[in-house]
């Protein structure tokens, strides 16, 4: 097992700038998920580390090797693919045991490794077995079994679970999570799909425009997202662009406004540095709304329902003001009946909630 470090890693496709200036540490064992939209750079990062493409500029260490020129067979890592890319005309076994042959392992070696890995994943009584004879959860667990045999150092999986249903993809984001834990594999993970990175990593990195934007465990790049990019990448948001008052001591938002004509005036616990920053953040979780005005509440705006959208176990609020609208998410238990357009309600919030924001995105 290693870590890797990547240094100042750019990658130029002719004219186009896939990465710029990328560095970063994945900590021996750790779980690691590469989360951006489409294009930002991911597969280009995690090709980079696995030896299918040579940067333009930077260095890959894994361990303390500098493994920048290695090819991928030099480099220890076992790859997953988004299409699992199983030999089909080969059985589970010879599926599993292919990098063990190309490495001219002995016969009762690459038996033991092959069964090893198979029984990690579970499909142990498998091993001969077609791919078309396996469900696409299984294909995968294959692949997965296959990248693990060569025992790598390093694991890195591109997108291994998107060609699967949404239930499927769930059970087998916690079996990842589980054979990544009893391997204790340093692991890198390149998704686009934020509660998958959530729910799985240790540590996200988020790119955007081939710049790391942030890295942070879950619940720091939630709650403390550094900049617009990454507030409004993970997870919904309410924005607000403002400036401090000193005579109120509240933050005025100009496009925001009430029935009465005046601007929403927002209470937050900010600081003399945070209040140089003029872009406010509030989850939609963390409004309440009421069917009475709270005058009571340091944050109380009224308004109408706009739309409301049931999704099971909370519904989506969107409120609409004079000017501008606020989206409220609240728990389904909260609501014996469900409110209806058009209704007038008022909403509240706590000062602590609202989380100061860099308006710029890394470029
Ligand atoms: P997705 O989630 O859609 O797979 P991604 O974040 O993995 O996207 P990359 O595949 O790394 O994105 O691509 C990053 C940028 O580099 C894209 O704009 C892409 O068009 C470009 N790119 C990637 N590979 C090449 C290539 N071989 N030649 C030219 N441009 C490329």
Known sequence: MSGINLEHISQHFGEQIALRDVSLTVKEGEFFSLLGPSG????TLLNIIGGFLEPTK?????????VTTLPPYQRKTGMVFQSYALFP????????????KVQKK???????????????VQLDSFAKRM???????????VAIARALAIQPSVLLLDEPLSNLDAKLRKNMQSELRNIQRNVGITTILVTHDQEEALSLSDRIGILGEGRIQQIGTPLEVYRQPNNRFVAEFIGQVNLFEAEYDEASSTYI??????????????KAEGDKEKRKKHLLMLRPERISISSVREEAQPNHVTGVLADVSYIGHSLRLVVRLDKGEIIVHASDAAFPHLPEV????HIHWQPEDIVFLDSKVHT
Not at 40 to 43: D, F, L, N
Not at 58 to 66: N, T
Not at 106 to 120: D, G, N, R
């Open 253 to 266: 938002v100009p496009h925001f406004t009430q029935s009465n004509g005046q601007p929403v005036q927002l």
């Open 106 to 120: 002995k016969k009762a070696e690459i038996k033991q490794k092959v069964m090893e890995s198979l029984s990690l």
């Open 58 to 66: 930077g260095v890959v260490y894994i361990g303390d090797q500098d």
């Open 131 to 141: 791919p078309h004879q396996l469900s696409g959860g299984q294909q995968q667990r």
């Open 342 to 345: 058009g209704e007038t309600v």
């Open 40 to 43: 930002c750079g991911k597969s």
């Open 89 to 100: 005309h080969l059985t589970v076994f010879d599926n599993v045991a292919y990098g063990l």
